[in-house]
């Protein structure tokens, strides 16, 4: 005997660009669905597709049942961010999908330390489906990327890493 996966309703399959791969379903009804190229949240009236280089990471408590999923972010501004609870069961598939397509994206990650143990990063992600790099620059708590010594190093960071990859 076969066991039949669930499917995505039609009516909410419409409304996702590209063929679903995985999803869940909130308790308050928002649908999150990954794509090939981008995750998905679907709410009663609006819809976020978010790419996958602009993806963090996500993360899951099991004790509350809440799916964490956060944007990558502009320094001195809040990380556009987003939290579910899921109805008994872990999001399995969904979760599995986003780590697998976010670690996917990321081409390139070079860090160099700043001050004692704190520093920066320059990251390069590029969207599982193709497409250029985008250069990103993350700062460790009490690094000030205005900072002439810190910004001279994350420029040599970056031409670095754009060299590393053939940029």
């Known amino acids: 005997m076969r066991l039949r996966r669930p499917s995505l309703p039609a009516e909410v399959a419409a409304r996702v660009d590209g063929r679903p791969l ?5 308790v308050d009804g928002t649908w999150v669905v990954g794509t090939r190229a981008a995750l998905v949240v679907l709410g009663a009236d609006q819809a976020r597709h978010v790419p996958w280089e602009r993806v963090e990471g996500a993360d899951w ?10 944007e990558v972010g502009h320094y001195g501004q809040a990380r556009p ?7 008994d069961s872990e999001p399995g598939g969904l979760l599995q999908l986003i780590r697998e397509r976010v670690t996917a994206s990321v081409v390139l ?3 160099r330390l700043v001050n004692g143990k704190r520093g920066l990063k320059v990251i390069g992600r590029r969207s599982p489906v193709g497409g250029p790099i985008a250069w ?4 460790d708590d009490g690094i000030d ?7 001279a190093v994350a420029a040599a960071l970056l ?4 060299a590393d990859v053939g940029e």
Do not use: I
Not at 145 to 151: K, L, S
């Open 22 to 26: 995985a999803f869940a379903r909130a």
């Open 61 to 70: 408590d099991r004790e509350t049942s809440r799916l964490r999923v956060s």
């Open 81 to 87: 961010a987003y939290s579910f609870t899921m109805p």
């Open 109 to 111: 990650q070079r860090g």
């Open 136 to 139: 990103m620059h993350e700062y």
């Open 145 to 151: 990327p205005d900072d002439p010594e810190v910004a």
């Open 159 to 162: 031409e670095q890493a754009r």
